[in-house]
């Protein structure tokens, strides 16, 4: 018995793999033209710059859930997941043929969520919920919405950056989203400040939250609530690095090395805070409510 379990074993997980390679493979035959097209083709403007980022960190947790995957009881539903997959190929059929980009792109949670219930079961999609509410961020933001709010957001950044280093006794001044220190301007750009960067934090925070693993909805809740202050605070951070840097040290290292690494800096801050923050809210909230 135990020589006929040891054959077995090397076969079912060569199996699983060969299962794996074939679904990997198909997917990226399926949807390898459309993020070819959103990052760098036809639909490359509506890209935010963080939609890579959120497809790597999406397949690490998937393949962090491996594991609790493997261990689930074989319990299919083949016919929970053919209607789905239909679903997802009719959602990729329609948003490739009209150019729906935001359809294209959803069809992919359909579509990997059907695998997940085919594969174990409705307990194999619980078990992944987290990664495909994940991949939502991978979805462009409507034009509409993200200019809305990105230019109360640039305004409100460049008046906070402005107050604060007044009272720290510089040379400083506004007017909208152009902010004057001494003899330079620096304009707040929607990259610095936008919609868009406070989408991308928010995503990562969500990351922190889940891989903190607290069972508190009520904390989990505030502190997803509580990262968008932090996202606004670490903008500031960012705008008025890049203030003091090119005050200090001219106009032409604001503009080159600095203003990329103040992008570190936006999400060190961000990633401090949020820390701070969860901190905080062990101490405040009753114990019961903390964990």
């Known amino acids: 018995m135990n020589g006929v379990t040891t054959a077995a074993t090397p076969a079912g997980t060569r199996g699983d793999r060969l ?18 097209d959103f990052t760098v083709g036809r639909t490359a403007a509506d890209a935010q710059g963080h ?4 497809l790597v960190i999406a397949a690490w947790l998937f393949w962090r859930h491996r594991g609790d995957l493997a261990a689930l009881p074989d319990a299919p539903r083949h016919g929970a997941a053919i209607a789905l997959l239909a679903t997802g190929a009719l959602m990729y059929v329609l948003g ?22 085919g594969y174990k079961g409705w307990a194999a999609l619980r078990t992944v919920w987290f990664p495909l509410f994940f991949l939502l961020f991978v979805i462009p933001l409507p034009y509409t919405l993200v200019m809305a709010v990105t230019g109360p957001l640039k305004a409100g950044v460049s008046a906070v950056t402005t107050q604060l280093l007044f009272w720290a006794g510089y040379p400083m001044g506004r007017s909208g989203v152009v902010i004057t220190i001494g003899q330079y301007e620096l304009l707040v750009s929607t990259a610095c400040a936008g919609l868009q960067t406070m989408f991308t ?26 990262i968008v202050p932090v996202s606004f605070c670490a903008n500031v951070i960012r705008v ?13 290292v604001g503009r ?23 901190r905080a809210l062990t101490s405040v909230l009753p114990p019961r409510y903390s964990r």
């Open 240 to 252: 008025t690095v890049l203030a003091l840097v090119t005050y200090h040290l001219g106009d032409d």
């Open 19 to 36: 299962w794996l390679a074939l679904v990997v493979g198909a997917l990226a035959l399926a949807y390898g033209p459309t993020w070819w």
């Open 256 to 278: 080159g090395f600095f203003h990329g690494f103040a992008g570190l800096v936006l999400f060190l801050a961000a990633l401090l805070l949020i820390m701070a923050v969860d």
């Open 201 to 226: 934090l928010e995503a990562l925070g969500l990351v922190y939250i889940n891989l903190k693993g607290w069972r508190s909805p009520l904390r989990n809740t505030l502190l997803a609530l509580l």
């Open 96 to 117: 490739r043929s009209q150019q729906f980009l935001r359809v294209e792109l959803l069809s992919q949670l359909v579509v990997l969520a059907a695998l997940m219930v």
């Open 51 to 54: 939609e890579l980022l959120v």
